[in-house]
């Protein structure tokens, strides 16, 4: 294999190259289609943007749909895929191969149909309807969703459909990748690791946490990503515990800065590490270093534990074990998916088996790996995260930006 | 609730604070918008609507929602699309905010919430298999809560819930009804406080464009260019950027074209529409359309400009309190006719903590989609225009940001027109 190269289900590629878009958007069109077969549900209609981007790569408006059920896709089972768009943006999406038709969507929430909701939801109703029994005959019942008000549910039982979970399936579809969307998910990661450079420079004693953060904010912008899912930035004492997030405090000499990117980046693809900075102006503590340390052997432990056919149980079992005072605030997530969002499987530390789900660690899966080592009461936290590909070989990090080594 | 908080804006007051753009850091000798204050406005407001129709309550996700009920924010966009955290408002009383698991620190020192627990979620992402047992959670705790706080009534609100919920909900004897309703119509009237931080949001908004307009010269990509909002946006304090209508020269015609790597040329005009949710979570929702220099703008893109200006000034005027949303239909401004097929989806909507109820449409749409109601006192709207002609090479954007007044309207949105279009 050529240095650099991955291999996935048998075939040897290059994550650096870029992706054929055509072929990224039949193999996702596909996953969704094999689903359907296989759960028996005649049509999936999907609201949210980043589940109608995966099911046929059209994108509009995307933070605003995340709120508003503004437009929907709907997939039949024999793949016909009629997109449902917003008013004037048909012109959006018509280059588009994986999508059959456009039409006019229906809104029926509150701010767009006010009190004309009921007949508005009967509307998009009725025509859901018409679309999946053309499609799929007069008996075209189970109708997947992946999110459906009472409104919209009372309006589909009337014309005789049942809704039922659509994102089991869609979950499972999404979590396994391809070639292509590892080359398109590699790309979206080398313009957020551009970012991180940008804010590497601009890191120094004086920045406030949210000007900080603006230079990945506007890198991601700038080259092409989407939007910031979160916006976990702290420093100082304001990292412990986690999931503060990022304000006006000024960063002082020698804070650790610490931040997970929660961005969804080019391709519409999630970039999603952690990283703990030494703010310049002091030397690093002995408590800075061993919590970094510490965090450090976490995720490169469960790095090492991923492989293919493992349980999420036995994975859980063989999770690196932090020391007893800093398990109260440890992460709760050994790892979880990622692909154009957070998504399937969580796989859960033992600590916290008792809300756990097992499932099983397959090929072509890319996980988020994470660690966040902070004692309570502490005075810092470190967080840091890597991105990783399972391949039959074992996990491959995708993510290349280095640690901090003023703190190892 | 607390008679601290104002029903209206005083009309008195309305032109100093619509104009003011407080300072937002610490300034005892300034005054100041009183967040304490605001919230217990925005709280009284959501228990008026919930006791108007008499629901014991309302269990809301939405995250623009959750921080109009209680003050409370946790990763904003996330839960805007994966419900992670809940609160419940009870028709009297503090709130229970259901929060994420590890982000319990969140809300402390807010005094609308009386409790703070780890919400269970019951997406699939976090249940896999144990999805039903989770949602079964779920149900029993709303059971729970509405018992305890409700009186004896099982009328609710929710603003969002999905099939599986909602039968498990019902299977509690639980009656269940439109959250968004709730919520949408306790958002719509803004207090002295609210439009206080809408004017700091809106400085911060003129900034970025402000930057935009200085930083534009040909060769520069609309994705550089357009993140210079973002930059200044999260600089300040704000949240995101909600769209990314920002296009160039072919590319404004027809509009909702989205920012893309393309290189501005000489000649071209740019055209935005922020949709900003800034500092303190307030949607800055601006159009503005550039010329690119050098060399001037075409008699047709300052004939398309002066449309849109006139569109919007027509539209304005319109604005009053007790007029009504049909009245309005009927009275806007009628483009001619190369434009009017392309003209904007609506000719204004309520703006907040997000675009919001209501929605004002164009006359040809009043039969699909229009439905009437009344302007009240302290709403805030946006109106639109776009002016680009069928098959045109390019199109003109343009939209304003209005508080409704006893006597009309004060203007929010300050940043001029862009002169070299203008007459």
């Given amino acids: ?408 | 609730m607390t008679d601290a908080a104002p029903a209206r804006v005083a009309p008195a007051d309305v032109h100093e604070v619509a104009r003011r753009s407080p300072s937002m850091t610490l300034a005892e000798h300034e005054r100041q918008p009183d967040m304490k204050r605001m919230r217990a406005y925005r709280l009284a407001r959501v228990q008026a609507e919930l006791k108007r129709h008499d629901y014991a309550g309302g269990f809301f996700c939405d995250p623009f929602n959750v921080r109009y009920a209680t003050g409370t924010r946790n990763m904003a966009v996330w839960t805007s699309h994966v419900p992670a955290r809940y609160c419940f408002v009870p028709a009297e009383g503090k709130t229970i905010l259901f929060e994420f698991r590890s982000s319990q620190h969140l809300a402390n020192g807010i005094e609308t919430v009386g409790e703070c627990r780890p919400f269970i979620g019951w997406y699939y992402m976090t249940t896999g298999v144990r999805q039903e047992e989770k949602a079964r959670a779920f149900a029993k705790t709303v059971a729970s809560v509405v018992n305890d706080h409700g009186g004896g009534n099982r009328r609710v609100a929710f603003d969002r819930l999905d099939p599986l919920g909602l039968d498990l909900v019902r299977a509690e004897g639980i009656e269940v009804f439109e959250g968004e309703e709730v919520m949408q119509h306790a958002r719509s009237v803004k207090s002295p406080d609210e439009i206080a931080g809408l004017t700091h949001a809106l400085a911060v908004c003129d900034g970025g464009i402000a930057r935009m307009r200085e930083a534009l010269k040909p060769g520069m990509t609309e994705n550089e260019l357009w993140a210079l909002l973002h930059e200044t946006n999260i600089r300040h304090g704000g949240e995101c950027i909600e769209t990314r209508l920002f296009a160039s020269g072919g590319r404004t015609n027809p509009w909702f074209q989205e920012c893309s790597d393309r290189v501005i040329r000489p000649g071209d005009l740019v055209a935005f529409d922020t949709d900003m949710i800034g500092p303190m979570g307030f949607c800055c929702d601006i159009s503005r359309t550039f010329h690119t220099g050098p060399g001037k703008p075409t008699a047709e893109q300052r004939q398309m400009y002066g449309l849109a200006v006139e569109q919007i000034q027509h539209n304005l005027g319109l604005l009053k309190a007790g007029v009504g949303f049909r009245e309005i239909t009927e009275k806007s401004f009628s483009l001619p006719e190369p434009y009017y097929p392309n003209r904007y989806a609506n000719v204004m909507h309520g703006v907040g903590l997000a675009d919001e109820w209501p929605v004002i449409v164009n006359r040809s749409d009043w039969d699909t989609r229009g439905y009437d109601g009344i302007l009240e006192e302290g709403m805030v709207l946006s109106v639109e225009s776009y002016v680009g002609a069928t098959g045109g090479t390019d199109g003109i954007k343009l939209e304003e940001c209005a508080l409704v007044t006893r006597d009309g309207y004060q203007l929010l949105s300050t940043f001029p027109y862009e002169e070299r279009l203008v007459g």
């Fill in chain 1, 1 to 408: 294999m050529a240095k650099g190269a991955v291999e996935l289900f048998g075939t040897a590629f290059d994550p650096a190259a870029a992706p054929d878009t055509k072929a990224l958007r039949a193999y996702r069109r596909d996953r969704v289609r094999a689903a359907l077969a296989t759960h028996d549900v005649a049509a999936i209609v999907l609201f949210n943007p980043v589940n109608i981007r995966y099911a046929c790569d059209a994108r509009n408006m995307q933070v605003y749909g995340l709120h508003n059920p503004c437009r929907y896709v709907c997939m039949t089972a024999d793949g016909h895929t009629a997109l449902f768009e917003f008013r004037n943006c048909e012109h959006l999406s018509r280059h588009l191969e994986t999508v059959d038709e456009i039409r006019p969507a229906r809104a029926w929430y509150h701010m767009a149909a006010g009190p004309n909701a009921a007949a508005a939801a009967g509307a998009f109703a009725r025509e859901i309807a018409a679309v999946v029994r053309e499609r799929g005959g007069s008996g075209a019942r189970r109708i997947a969703f992946d999110r459906l008000d009472p409104a919209g549910a009372a309006a589909l039982a009337a014309e005789g459909l049942v809704p039922v979970d659509g994102l089991a399936l869609l979950d499972f579809a999404r979590a396994i990748k391809s070639a292509d969307e590892i080359k398109a998910m590699t790309d979206a990661i080398r313009a957020c690791e551009e970012g991180l450079a940008r804010m590497r420079d601009a890191h120094r004693p004086g920045i406030a946490e949210q000007a900080l953060w603006a230079v990945l904010c506007a890198a991601n912008a700038e080259l092409g990503g989407e939007w910031m899912e979160t916006r976990l930035l702290s420093a100082g004492q304001r990292t412990n515990p986690w999931y503060n997030e990022c304000g006006d405090y000024v960063i002082q000499p020698g804070d650790l800065v610490s931040f997970d990117t929660d961005l969804v980046g080019r391709h519409g693809y999630s970039v999603d590490i952690s990283r703990s900075w030494l703010t310049e102006g002091a030397h690093p503590t002995d408590e800075q270093r061993k919590l970094h340390a510490l965090a450090h052997a976490q995720v490169h432990h469960n790095i090492g534990i991923l492989r293919p056919g493992r349980s999420f149980s036995e994975i859980a079992e063989d999770a690196y074990r932090l020391p007893e005072a800093c398990v109260p605030q440890m992460n709760r997530a050994i790892a979880h998916g990622i692909g154009l969002c957070n998504e399937y499987p969580l796989i859960v530390n033992r600590e916290f088996a008792r809300g756990a789900y097992d499932g099983v660690l397959t090929e072509g899966m890319v996980l988020c790996v994470e660690s966040y080592v902070g004692e309570p009461g502490g005075r810092c936290g470190v967080k840091l995260e890597e991105q990783v590909l399972i391949t039959a070989g074992g996990a491959v990090k995708l993510s290349a930006f280095p640690f901090d080594d003023r703190l190892s």
